[in-house]
């Protein structure tokens, strides 16, 4: 009955290696969202899609790249993986617009 | 765009004592206010909400207080518990929007 899940929830990869994160919610929400949560637990939205559309698309370096095949799945591909990269990425759901969002797991991804 | 400032970045009290955190508010146009709580490598959770018509929400030991004109809002924690230590983040959400701000945390640590 898990909310919100992500997989992997760990990844470990060398530098310029190309990786994928899922994300799924099975809440019925209609909005999904991409996050990055670095070493000093800032918390940066990096995407958001609403109905599979894209409707935030921040500052984002564009070796990353979000896919939502339909509402409910949130995939985020990373090409070209920097060590600045490392970080934990967490995806999260809503309906409409920003409120009441559900996280996800996290996933902790190591450029090493 | 918003910007959301939060104070303390760390704070310690004893257990059984009041905890404040607070949080200032640049967008006028923001109209609701989540706190999230984020326990040591789990996800951020919810634990309270105010929306802008309200200068005052309480769930059992946790309550929210907006002041709408200086732009900031504050979290306030009665009877500390241990099990309450974690990083709590305060966010803001423009009216019509879709992008949550957050702040940059605050470690509580309720010692024994």
């Known amino acids: 009955d898990t909310a919100v899940s992500q997989t992997p929830k760990y990844l470990v990869t060398q530098m310029g290696n190309d990786k994928s994160i899922k994300c799924e919610q099975n809440?019925?929400?209609?909005?999904m969202y991409w996050y990055k949560q670095d070493s000093k637990k800032f918390l940066k939205i990096m995407f958001s899609?609403?109905?599979?559309?894209?409707?935030i698309n921040e500052t984002v370096p564009n070796r990353f790249s979000p896919k939502s095949p339909d509402k409910a799945h949130l995939n985020l591909h990373i090409n070209s993986l920097e060590l600045g990269d490392s970080a934990v990425y967490f995806c999260a759901s809503s309906y409409g617009g920003g409120e009441t969002q559900y996280f996800g797991p996290g996933t902790r991804l190591l450029v090493l | 765009g918003e910007n959301v400032e939060q104070h303390p970045s760390t704070l310690s009290v004893q257990e059984g004592d009041s905890a404040v955190i607070k949080c200032t508010y640049s967008d006028s146009a923001s109209n609701y206010f989540p706190w999230y709580k984020q326990e040591l490598g789990k996800r951020p959770q919810l634990i309270i909400d105010?929306?802008?018509?309200?200068g005052e929400k309480k769930d059992q030991r946790i309550a929210v207080t907006l002041n709408k004109t200086a732009k900031h809002f504050s979290l306030h924690i009665t009877e500390t518990q241990p099990e309450d230590s974690a990083v709590y983040f305060c966010?803001?959400?423009?009216?019509?929007?879709?992008?949550?701000?957050f702040g940059t945390g605050t470690q509580l640590k309720v010692e024994l």
């Open positions: 105010i929306r802008s018509n309200v």
């Open positions: 899609y609403n109905n599979k559309e894209l409707i």
């Open positions: 809440l019925g929400h209609d909005t």
């Open positions: 966010a803001g959400l423009r009216g019509g929007g879709n992008k949550l701000t």
